[in-house]
């Protein structure tokens, strides 16, 4: 089992940054894909980033391209997410998955294991 707690959601206004921050607990997950998800009301989740703890490579969203970066942070078993330039777009609660395949995914259906979640809310 991995456990996954986000943190570092808040309020900002339209232009600002925002870094989330996941910390894993439980199982080893150095060979884990570990992704960020976004899901606002009425919507369905959609995927923003990924990286692979393996190789480090990274994959984003098309919307958070240039603004948003996905990091893993080994010694303390956290992945995090840089938010800069945000958009009144990008409201939503944010998530954070892990999965033990070997590839990064944008299918929620690919990822094991989810955090709570953490509001995040830009105002225009």
């Known amino acids: 089992q991995v456990q996954l707690v986000e943190s570092g959601g808040g309020l900002v206004q339209a232009g600002g940054s925002l870094r989330l921050s996941c910390a894993a607990s439980?199982?080893?997950?150095?060979?884990?894909?570990m992704g960020w998800f976004h899901q606002a009301p009425g919507k369905e989740r959609e995927f923003v980033a990924a990286i692979s703890r393996r190789d480090g490579s990274t994959y984003y969203a098309d919307s958070v391209k240039g603004r948003f970066t996905i990091s893993t942070n080994s010694a303390k078993n956290t992945v995090d997410l840089q938010m800069n330039s945000l958009k009144p777009e990008d409201t939503a609660v944010y998530y954070c998955?892990?999965?033990?395949?070997?590839?990064?995914?944008?299918?929620?259906?690919?990822?094991?294991?989810w955090g709570q979640g953490t509001q995040v809310t830009v105002s225009s």
């Open positions: 998955a892990a999965r033990s395949g070997p590839y990064t995914s944008s299918w929620s259906h690919d990822y094991d294991y």
């Open positions: 439980g199982r080893t997950f150095s060979s884990y894909v």
